[in-house]
């Protein structure tokens, strides 16, 4: 009875995903008709040939982005609160967002310290995905590091925390001895952006996801355990060390390359994991991880066609949009419940 209401659940969920999928391809500054946009994926018979442009070229990457960002956060949250057993670390808390960050930044901020050469390198579409890569690839390093030294799960968390204070520093640093169009520049990209990607580009991003996404699947008896303790956990034989590290390998490398593609972007990492036990009351990571990775593409493809203003020119940034979401439902959850995970 128990796995027919989860049926019943998964089923209504991607329904609500496919719907709201063709209506984010169908809002912007051109409303395009849903007769238009399947035409245009199925046969490529369009009214307009420049809605076949905007679908192709601009709406739909931005779409596969929008669902791809919101489950990888998402299942990055899911990781984090269970790994550490906290309801309110997310997929940040290790710095390796923060790294992105600082990478970008020496590259758009440090041209006023380092001189003209940064400015040549950040004509490439991909200098800023590079740059927030390889940010995030040293933080990540020193968090596998740290993690091989410590034996304390939360001593992980507190050293991901002062990674994140560390290069915010750094980037406070950058940014005073920055022009103003420079910091403008890190600005706009630090609201985060669904709608940069070319197909290139977001092929490299789908490769990334899926093999992070493929790799999660082999820790769910761990995930499982580790909401009992460490104790519990080596009880059944599971090799602590190796499956933290994992664990750690997959939300950094996730979350770095969300961030590198498509910027910082706020609390649906955090918010979405709660939504999920809410709505199936369930603790077991079989039933978990593909709940939280539907409802997280879910929720950022409805914060995306907010953010659109549909009829109007103007994208208003998507970060503030998922914190303007995120925020209440953070704070209604430590209100209402003593206990929030299930």
Same mark, same amino acid.
């Given at each position: 009875?128990?796995?027919?209401?989860?049926?019943?659940?998964?089923?209504?969920?991607?329904? &609500?995903?496919?719907?709201?999928?063709?209506?984010?391809?169908?809002?912007?500054?051109?409303?395009?008709?849903?007769?238009?946009?399947?035409?245009?994926?199925?046969?490529?018979?369009?009214?307009?040939?420049?809605?076949?442009?905007?679908?192709?070229?601009?709406?739909?990457?931005?779409?596969?982005?929008?669902?791809?960002?919101?489950?990888?956060?998402?299942?990055?949250?899911?990781?984090?609160?269970?790994?550490?057993?906290?309801? &309110?670390?997310?997929?940040?808390? *290790?710095?390796?967002?923060?790294?992105?960050?600082?990478?970008?930044?020496?590259?758009?901020?440090?041209?006023?310290?380092?001189?003209?050469?940064?400015?040549?390198?950040?004509? =490439?579409?991909?200098?800023?995905?590079?740059?927030?890569? *390889?940010?995030?690839?040293?933080?990540?390093?020193?968090?596998?590091?740290?993690?091989?030294?410590?034996?304390?799960?939360?001593?992980?968390?507190?050293?991901?925390?002062?990674?994140?204070?560390?290069?915010? #520093?750094?980037?406070?640093?950058?940014?005073?001895?920055?022009?103003?169009?420079?910091?403008?520049?890190?600005?706009?990209? =630090?609201?985060?952006?669904?709608?940069?990607?070319?197909?290139?580009?977001?092929?490299?991003?789908?490769?990334?996801?899926?093999?992070?996404?493929?790799?999660?699947?082999?820790?769910?008896?761990?995930?499982?355990?580790?909401?009992?303790?460490?104790?519990? #956990?080596?009880?059944?034989?599971?090799?602590?060390?190796?499956?933290?590290?994992?664990?750690?390998?997959?939300?950094?490398? *996730?979350?770095?390359?969300?961030?590198?593609?498509?910027?910082?972007?706020?609390?649906?990492?955090?918010?979405?994991?709660?939504? #999920?036990?809410?709505?199936?009351? =369930?603790?077991?990571?079989?039933? &978990?991880?593909?709940?939280?990775?539907?409802?997280?593409?879910?929720?950022?493809?409805?914060?995306?066609?907010?953010?659109?203003?549909?009829? =109007?020119?103007?994208?208003?940034?998507?970060?503030?949009?998922?914190?303007?979401?995120?925020?209440?439902?953070?704070?209604? &959850?430590?209100?209402?419940?003593?206990?929030?995970?299930?």
């Amino acid at each position: 009875m128990e796995n027919k209401s989860y049926t019943k659940h998964f089923i209504l969920l991607l329904i &609500l995903l496919i719907i709201l999928f063709f209506i984010n391809i169908s809002f912007g500054s051109v409303s395009i008709p849903f007769k238009d946009i399947f035409n245009s994926l199925f046969n490529g018979n369009v009214t307009k040939e420049s809605w076949q442009t905007i679908i192709v070229n601009f709406r739909l990457p931005k779409a596969i982005t929008a669902i791809l960002v919101g489950s990888g956060l998402s299942v990055c949250g899911l990781l984090m609160q269970t790994l550490f057993r906290n309801p &309110l670390a997310g997929p940040f808390v *290790l710095g390796i967002s923060s790294g992105a960050s600082l990478g970008v930044a020496i590259l758009l901020l440090g041209s006023s310290i380092f001189g003209g050469f940064l400015l040549t390198t950040s004509v =490439s579409n991909w200098s800023l995905p590079i740059a927030a890569s *390889l940010g995030s690839f040293l933080v990540l390093s020193a968090v596998i590091i740290a993690a091989n030294r410590v034996k304390n799960t939360m001593s992980i968390l507190i050293i991901g925390l002062m990674f994140g204070s560390f290069t915010a #520093a750094i980037i406070s640093v950058l940014a005073y001895f920055s022009e103003a169009d420079q910091i403008q520049q890190y600005l706009f990209w =630090s609201f985060g952006s669904l709608g940069n990607l070319s197909w290139a580009e977001l092929s490299v991003f789908i490769i990334i996801y899926a093999i992070a996404m493929l790799a999660t699947l082999t820790i769910l008896k761990p995930l499982n355990s580790f909401l009992l303790g460490e104790n519990y #956990a080596k009880s059944l034989g599971i090799n602590i060390k190796k499956s933290r590290n994992i664990t750690l390998l997959i939300t950094s490398v *996730l979350t770095g390359v969300i961030t590198a593609f498509s910027g910082p972007i706020a609390f649906v990492g955090l918010a979405v994991p709660h939504i #999920a036990r809410m709505l199936f009351f =369930s603790s077991n990571h079989k039933i &978990l991880l593909p709940a939280v990775a539907t409802i997280g593409a879910i929720v950022l493809l409805i914060c995306d066609t907010i953010a659109q203003l549909p009829t =109007s020119e103007f994208t208003l940034p998507i970060n503030a949009i998922t914190s303007l979401f995120g925020a209440p439902i953070v704070i209604w &959850l430590l209100v209402r419940k003593k206990r929030i995970f299930v």
